[in-house]
């Protein structure tokens, strides 16, 4: 160890003493090992942001869609009542039904027609719902007698942005039906592209709206489960539905994985192209060092006379081009780190789809310093060999 350290050391001392030779070589090294760790870095989270764009579609992965196939015996148990027994048995909390329905809302330009979704409180995590004001829904919604609304941020605006909470919204039955209800609107969430206006509604109180004689029958439901078991809870889940008397019921995957997006091969292809560079700025720092040994032919012939053994000269040689390397990559991970968590790169990531801001990935600042130090000991390894070659008598006389 001590020796080691004391290589460290010469070679600093050294690095000191050239600085004017490599110091370009080491701002090429500096920028490879920069470009390496953001490429990867930002492709890394470029993929989550649009994993998590995907999510809001098609749930996190892994979300399972259980889909009533067919109406059961006569006097079974509803489709739904069995799906949450089942669940329930299991020890699925992640779950949501889902409802389609449409409303029409009373607005200040007249009576407009909104799609209506009934969901459970897991619905907001399950498909990473933005919220923008107030709240999603929550358990204690189901039994209010002014039925919770969410609304994305069109139907918000056509409303005339009630006050969230306390300022009643009236909504009336089907066509030609007299009947209508007050609703609240506690939250509102971001509105996909277009004028598409549409609510959430808490899947237990969809049968006190306006018109409904009783609850909407339920026949799709989705659950997260962990994404290592999804086959195998798919398939004892379907096995376990298979012969309820409440009639047949389809379990498949309806999230889709990085790997289904192919956003794995784009990974691999940013890893090459970066890669690439970290090859061009080690060729320029191979040339510097090959110079530079050139330059110190008499030095390592003195210390040669001196009785410094060929194996202290290499691992010298070596160790100059491992520590300059080392040092110019911690600085590329640093400008690369702090480039992705400035604001402006954030926001971008957002506005692609990221809903979370995850931490940059570690495993590019490590791929970075390693590859820093592989640059360093593969740029040394040819001049500390020449260096070691070197003739006392030669070096000498030069």
Same mark, same amino acid.
């Given at each position: ?179 209508? +209800?007050?609703?609240?609107? /506690?939250?509102?969430?971001?509105? =996909? !592209?277009? #004028? ?6 808490? *899947? &237990? ?40 008397? +409440?009639?047949?019921?389809? /379990?498949?995957?309806?999230?889709? =994985? !990085?790997? #289904? ?6 990974? *691999? &292809? ?34 040669r006379s001196y009785g410094a053994t060929g194996g202290r000269i290499f691992v010298g040689v070596l160790m100059e081009s491992v520590v300059a390397t080392v040092i110019a990559g911690a600085v590329g991970v640093t400008a690369a780190v702090a480039l992705m968590k400035s604001p402006w790169v954030t926001d971008f990531l957002r506005g ?27 740029a040394g390894a040819l001049p500390a060999l020449i260096a070691t070659r070197i003739k006392v008598i030669d070096a000498i006389r030069s």
């Amino acid at each position: 160890m001590t020796g080691l350290i004391a290589s460290i050391v010469e070679a600093y001392g050294e690095l000191r003493v050239n600085k004017g030779r490599i110091l370009l070589s080491l701002i090429g090294v500096a920028f490879s090992v920069f470009a390496l760790t953001l490429v990867m870095g930002g492709g890394s989270m470029l993929s989550g942001a649009l994993q998590q764009s995907q999510e809001q579609w098609t749930g996190r992965h892994a979300t399972l869609q259980i889909f009533s196939m067919g109406e059961g015996s006569e006097g079974a148990p509803p489709a739904d009542e069995v799906v949450l027994q089942e669940l329930e048995q299991m020890g699925i909390t992640q779950r949501t039904r889902v409802v389609n329905d449409q409303l029409r809302i009373q607005t200040p330009s007249g009576v407009r027609y909104t799609e209506a979704m009934g969901v459970d409180p897991a619905y907001g995590a399950m498909f990473r719902v933005q919220m923008q004001q107030g709240r999603w829904l929550a358990d204690s919604d189901q039994q209010r007698l002014a039925p919770a609304l969410v609304v994305n941020e069109a139907l918000y605006e056509v409303l005339g942005r009630p006050e969230l909470g306390t300022e009643p919204v009236t909504v009336y039955g089907p066509r030609g039906a007299e009947d209508s +209800a007050q609703m609240i609107v /506690v939250g509102v969430v971001e509105s =996909s !592209e277009g #004028d598409w206006l549409q609510a959430y509604i808490p *899947a &237990g109180a969809m049968g006190s709206l306006p018109g409904r004689d009783e609850a909407p029958m339920v026949s799709d439901f989705r659950v997260w489960v962990p994404a290592e078991q999804s086959s195998e809870i798919r398939d004892l889940l379907a096995s376990r539905l298979q012969s309820t008397p +409440a009639g047949s019921f389809d /379990v498949s995957e309806s999230s889709i =994985s !990085e790997e #289904d997006q192919g956003l794995g091969a784009v990974k *691999a &292809g940013v890893t090459a192209v970066a890669l690439v560079i970290l090859v061009l700025g080690a060729l320029g720092l191979v040339n510097i060092s090959l110079v530079t040994v050139r330059y110190r032919v008499r030095e390592i012939g003195i210390r040669r006379s001196y009785g410094a053994t060929g194996g202290r000269i290499f691992v010298g040689v070596l160790m100059e081009s491992v520590v300059a390397t080392v040092i110019a990559g911690a600085v590329g991970v640093t400008a690369a780190v702090a480039l992705m968590k400035s604001p402006w790169v954030t926001d971008f990531l957002r506005g692609n789809g990221l809903v979370e801001i995850p931490p940059f990935p570690v495993e590019a600042v490590l791929m970075g310093l390693a590859a820093a130090t592989a640059v360093g000991v593969l740029a040394g390894a040819l001049p500390a060999l020449i260096a070691t070659r070197i003739k006392v008598i030669d070096a000498i006389r030069s």
